[in-house]
Each structure stands twice: as C-alpha cells, then as structure tokens.
C-alpha cells in the first residue's frame, strides 16, 4: 500500500485514539492542582490547596484505611483462590472440569449491578452485610479469575517433568510444590497480587451496595460527585490513579520482565 | 491404599475450598437473587414468599420496557461505535507497526482497564461540560458550544472509555495472529487493499471481532456510570433502575427482576454472537 502517507494518518489516527482513552486521566491530574471551582481552559491558578483540603479530611484518612485492608486482603485471598485452581487445572483431569472452572472463572461476565445486588440480599440474609469483610467476601470472588488467568499463564510455561522429576527424587507432592512450583509461579504470583489488588482498590458498585457505613475511596468519590461538582475529586483521583497505576505497572513489568528471561 | 488415599487429600487441599467458597459467595448470592425475585415487601420488610407479584407488577410497566428497548439500544450502538473506532487503530498496530510497538501499545492500553473508571467518568463531567474544556477549544476555532453532557452523546462517551480500550486490544491480539501469507497472496493475486480487509482479514477474524463486541456490550449493557453521569439519566437504563429500585424503597425483589431479565438478555445475546461467530464460514466465489 502507498506505504508513508497511509503511515502518517493511521499514525495520527492511533494518536487520537490514545488521546481520547487518557485524557481523562491526563486531565484529572492537571484539574487536580487548578485553583478554579469549575475547571476549564484557560486554566487558573497552580495551587495545591485541593490536596490539602482532603489531606486535612479525617473522612477521607478512615476511607483510604480502609481501601488499604480491603484491597490487600482481597490481593492475597483472591490470589490464593486462583493459584488452588490454576495448579488443579495445570496439573488433574477430571470429570466435572469444565462446570468446576467455570465456577472461578463467571464472575466477571455478570455485571457488577447485578453482583451488587445479588452480594447485598444473600449476605444481608447471612448476617454479613455492613461490614468491611462484605466487600472482601465479594471482591475475592469477582478479583480471583484474574488471578487465576496469570498464575495458569505461568503454568503453562512449566514443564509438567519437572514436577514428577521432583517426586522421582524423593520428594513428597507438597515438598514439590513448595520447591518446585511455588517459585516457579513467584512472579506471576506478585503480578497477581498487584493485579488484584488494584481492581479491588477501584471497585466501587459492589463495595458501595454491601459495605453499610464503611466507605471505601470510590465509595467516598461516589458520594462527593452525587453532589456536586467539587474538585476535590481531581485530587482524590490523582492519588487513586497513581496508586492503581503503579499496581498495573509493577505487575506487568513483573511478569513481562519474567517472561522475557524465561525465553532467552 | 494409603498413598491413594494421600494423593486424595492431597488433591482435594486445592481442589475443595475453592469449591466452597465459590458456592457460597457466588453461586449463593446468584441463586438468593433468583429466589427474591419471589418474595414480597411487606411494610418495608423483605418476607419470605412465593409469588409473581413482582414479575407482573414489572413487566406490565411501560417504563421497564422503555428502559429496556433503550438499555439495549444504546449498548448495542456504543458497542459498534467501539468496534469501528478501534478498527483502524488495531489494523495499524496489527499489520504496519513493529513487533515492539504492538507490545508497548497494549501495554499501555491495559492500564486503563485497572484504573478508576469512576474517575475516569467525572473527568469527562468536567470535559464534556457547557463550559467545559472541549467546549472552551471549539470556541477558539470559532464553534459551540454544544451540549454534551445530559444527552445520549455523553453516555456513549462514557461506554467507550470503558470498552474503547478493550476493543483495539482484542483486535488488534486477533489480528496480528492472521497467518501474514494469506494476506500478502491476496495483495499478490492482484486484490485491492480495501477488498482484502474485506475478503481476506474480516473473515479470518470473525470469531476474536464477534467475542471482541460481545465484550463491549455486557461492559456497556451493565454500567450504570455513564448513563446516569454523563448520560444524566433522564432515560434510565437498566442498571439505573436496578440502583434505585434498590437504593430508594428497599424493593429488592422487585430491583431482582430486573437483574434477572438482563442476565437473561446477556445469555441470549452471548449466545447467539458464539453461534454467529463459530459458524463454518460461506465459502468466498
């Protein structure tokens, strides 16, 4: 095909298209140190009062504390679920497979509206509605597929001999699995936790119907932009962004860096 | 006998709490939801029931079906809208750019899918407003300014922030899996660049396009952000009367019909696109 001007313009056009899935991002950043009420261009003043505004916010310290516990727990519950069923499909065949992945692996083809609602009259009927655990309960279930997905990535790069290798050399199943397929995995296991734990960091539907009084930061975001239109949301944005980002980031380098060493 | 037996335990250690757990905390919710669905409001309190009460009171109600058309009219739309915008980006990132490229450009488009999308949506609020940031740069050039929030336009913004990204991955991952050869005989056979797109790159990635939109609509068909944000709910989609059918009234079992009946969307919608996209294709003359 006319090869440069064609370049050109697909080039412009992939431009655009990254343009328009962040500039969000980009501008919640930029609104975030922008004096005006209403933020618009030609932009105000450099300030940083924003932040200090929620940094001073008790409110907004017991959310953060709580999307702390909430996505860090949900990280190592959500992880450990996938890495049980990543090993169980990596390693058995059996009869009821297919119903026993699909198990893990539905959730997140429900929408979240629907598990909100759903999560909100079972666990208000167990007793475990209104509490910090709800969300975690929840958000284990609807993190663990992702979890699953890489750890079983991983897996797939292993040679099934090295683990029977292993038994032939004396070792028990479990004394494998701890020296063998547990380091193995490592990486993916930290991507996993990363991974995780930034969806749950961000989840806000679910998290906002089950968890009663206790906010976490979408849920605070949630409520502050019911109101108004208040730019404390740029910096409280800023701050999730960067969080979640650097989550994404860690896991991706993480595993890809893995990968990478594992082939060469 | 007792090494069988220790395999066991040692399989089931990895096997049965997963199980557990996942009967409980989703398979659980989903069937209680079901269940609800049957149960009737009694002075503001849920009781135990078996009746259609519900069913009747929603489905004979003009605006369920309203919301309903509407719900899957404008995810159907922001779907297409996605899977046409991401074409052109995907194929260039399949077909002209380096290997390297590809990578760093999925890299980079996964990061959204893990970022706020609450936030996301607010910052298009501010964007998208009357006196906004892109209604600012139109009336530099002399345009505008236009409304934007509040209208249909707004919500679909906020649909493709969600899928946009997700559809120039997946097509650009189906794309660049073609087999290079069949496209470059194809050219060499003297068909026109367009006409190979057409002929010889769309059919052989039927199946990763079909799955790719089928994605953009379940996240869209179930977002109640956008439509009520940016979208301004003056048409309440689904999601949205699910919320305050919940939030407001405590009508729980009603707001489970609802969820029932776009679960029940879902399964048919998915299951006609795996139908259409794992039919044997006509064969091309």
């Known amino acids: 095909m006319h090869g440069r001007g064609l370049n050109i313009i697909l080039g412009v056009y992939v431009a655009l298209i990254f343009t328009f899935v962040f500039a969000p991002i980009f501008f919640s950043l930029v609104f975030s140190f922008n004096s005006q009420r209403f933020p618009t261009i030609p932009l105000g003043e450099f300030s940083t009062e924003w932040y200090a505004?929620?940094?001073?916010?008790?409110?907004?310290?017991?959310?953060?504390?709580?999307?702390?516990?909430?996505?860090?727990?949900?990280?190592?519950?959500?992880?450990?679920?996938?890495?049980?069923?990543?090993?169980?499909?990596?390693?058995?065949?059996?009869?009821?497979?297919?119903?026993?992945?699909?198990?893990?692996?539905?959730?997140?083809?429900?929408?979240?509206?629907?598990?909100?609602?759903?999560?909100?009259?079972?666990?208000?009927?167990?007793?475990?509605s209104g509490q910090l655990w709800s969300i975690i309960m929840a958000h284990s279930v609807l993190t663990a597929p992702f979890a699953m997905a890489i750890i079983r990535l991983r897996l797939h790069q292993m040679d099934p001999d090295l683990e029977a290798a292993?038994?032939?050399?004396?070792?028990?199943?479990?004394?494998?699995?701890?020296?063998v397929i547990v380091p193995f995995c490592m990486p993916a296991i930290i991507s996993s936790l990363c991974l995780t734990a930034a969806v749950s960091f961000d989840e806000f539907a679910v998290a906002w119907f089950v968890?009663?009084?206790?906010?976490?930061?979408?849920?605070v975001i949630l409520e502050i932009v019911q109101g108004n239109i208040d730019p404390q949301v740029n910096a409280i944005g800023t701050f999730v962004f960067l969080t979640s980002i650097s989550l994404v980031v860690a896991a991706q380098v993480i595993f890809i860096s893995r990968q990478i060493k594992s082939h060469s | 006998m007792s090494t069988k037996h220790k395999i066991d335990l040692y399989a089931l250690t990895w096997r049965l709490p997963i199980i557990l757990w996942q009967l409980i905390f989703f398979v659980g919710p989903v069937v209680f939801m079901i269940a609800i669905s049957f149960f009737v409001v009694k002075n503001y309190r849920m009781t135990e029931a078996f009746e259609f009460v519900n069913w009747q009171r929603m489905l004979t109600r003009g605006y369920f079906w309203d919301s309903y058309w509407y719900t899957l009219f404008i995810a159907s739309l922001s779907a297409a809208i996605a899977m046409m915008l991401a074409f052109p980006a995907a194929w260039a990132l399949a077909f002209r750019a380096s290997e390297n490229l590809r990578r760093g450009a999925v890299f980079l488009l996964i990061i959204p899918f893990f970022t706020s999308y609450l936030v996301r949506t607010f910052s298009w609020y501010v964007i998208l407003a009357e006196s906004g940031v892109?209604?600012?740069?139109?009336?530099?050039?002399?345009?505008?300014?236009?409304?934007m929030l509040n209208t249909h336009f707004g919500t679909v913004v906020g649909?493709?922030?969600?899928?946009?990204?997700?559809a120039v991955i997946l097509q650009t991952v189906t794309m660049a899996n073609i087999d290079k050869t069949l496209v470059e005989a194809a050219r060499n056979l003297g068909c026109k660049p367009l006409a190979t797109i057409w002929r010889v790159v769309l059919p052989?990635?039927?199946?990763?396009?079909?799955?790719?939109?089928?994605f953009c609509f379940i996240l869209a068909f179930g977002d109640f952000v956008a439509p009520f944000y940016l979208g301004g709910s003056q048409e309440p989609t689904l999601p949205i009367l699910i919320l305050d059918t919940t939030k407001s009234g405590q009508q729980w079992p009603r707001a489970a019909v609802v969820a029932i009946m776009m679960?029940?969307?879902?399964?048919?919608?998915?299951?006609?696109?795996?139908m259409l996209a794992y039919r044997k294709p006509k064969v091309a003359r």
């Open chain 1, 53 to 128: 505004k929620i940094l001073s916010d008790p409110d907004i310290w017991q959310a953060v504390r709580n999307s702390v516990i909430v996505s860090t727990t949900t990280a190592i519950l959500a992880t450990t679920l996938g890495f049980c069923t990543a090993y169980t499909d990596f390693r058995y065949n059996f009869r009821f497979k297919g119903p026993y992945l699909a198990l893990i692996l539905l959730p997140p083809t429900i929408p979240l509206i629907i598990m909100a609602l759903a999560m909100l009259a079972w666990l208000s009927r167990l007793g475990l």
């Open chain 1, 166 to 179: 292993a038994w032939n050399l004396g070792g028990t199943e479990w004394q494998a699995m701890r020296h």
């Open chain 1, 211 to 219: 968890s009663g009084l206790n906010k976490t930061v979408p849920i």
């Open chain 2, 134 to 147: 892109l209604n600012a740069m139109l009336g530099y050039v002399g345009l505008g300014p236009f409304k």
């Open chain 2, 159 to 166: 649909y493709l922030t969600l899928t946009l990204p997700l």
């Open chain 2, 204 to 214: 052989l990635s039927k199946t990763g396009f079909v799955v790719t939109a089928l």
């Open chain 2, 263 to 274: 679960m029940l969307t879902l399964f048919a919608v998915a299951f006609t696109a795996i």
